[in-house]
């Protein structure tokens, strides 16, 4: 009996173990999947440079891209759940091109988000927020990262953006570029 209280035990363990590996090495293959078969959308940005004192330095991105009018006569709440369809502009650049609070609505090129905001003047203008805020970045690079993005608010003619794969719902922030540049190259150039 007692061997088959051992071997009950060791089973158990080993379904343990295989567990723990599994649930992040499924995370990590779903973000896999998604760089490499989903959709690249480049989405402007104008960066500012936090710490997140767990994770590490990163560049919090803020986006052109987040505002939308409503207009096929739906009301969204702060905080609540949408499907935000992206497409992009003439210049290549992501755009907002529908939100629906049905998954079913929405084509393969969505984002599944939330509503950071209304606006109210304008009830049917919501703001998006966009779940591909924070790119991170090693230790000494992070500040270099941010001079370049300061750069880019006094310099219009640099053009920085991240380049974000989308598919069914989920996003990737796959880099940040700035002067069509991934931005450690272009800080390699300082």
């Known amino acids: 009996m007692k ?3 051992k071997i009950i035990i060791w089973l158990a363990f080993a379904l343990l173990v295989l567990l723990q590996l599994w649930v992040p090495a499924s995370v990590i293959r779903k973000k896999e999947d998604i760089l490499s078969t ?3 959308f480049k989405f402007r940005t104008a960066p500012r440079d936090p710490n997140d004192y767990l994770r590490g330095k990163y560049v919090f991105l803020n986006f052109n891209e987040t505002a ?3 207009t096929n006569g739906k009301n ?3 905080g609540q759940l949408i499907y935000v369809t992206v497409g ?3 210049a290549g650049f992501a755009k907002i091109i529908a939100v629906s609070d049905n998954e079913k609505d929405a084509p393969e090129n ?3 988000t939330l509503v950071n905001y209304t606006d109210y003047a304008d009830p049917k203008k919501i703001f998006v927020q966009w779940p591909f805020e924070r790119f991170y970045m090693e230790e000494s690079k992070a500040p270099l990262a941010e001079e370049a993005y300061n750069e880019t608010r006094v310099d219009s003619s640099i053009i920085s953006y991240a380049l974000v794969k989308v598919k069914y719902g989920d996003a ?6 700035i002067d069509n540049k991934p931005i450690d190259e272009y800080i390699k150039k300082k």
């Open 68 to 70: 939308y009018t409503i």
């Open 110 to 112: 969505h984002i599944k």
């Open 3 to 5: 061997n088959k209280n």
């Open 172 to 177: 990737v922030l796959e880099n940040v570029y």
């Open 76 to 78: 969204f709440e702060n």
């Open 88 to 90: 992009t502009d003439s």
């Open 38 to 40: 989903g959709t690249a």
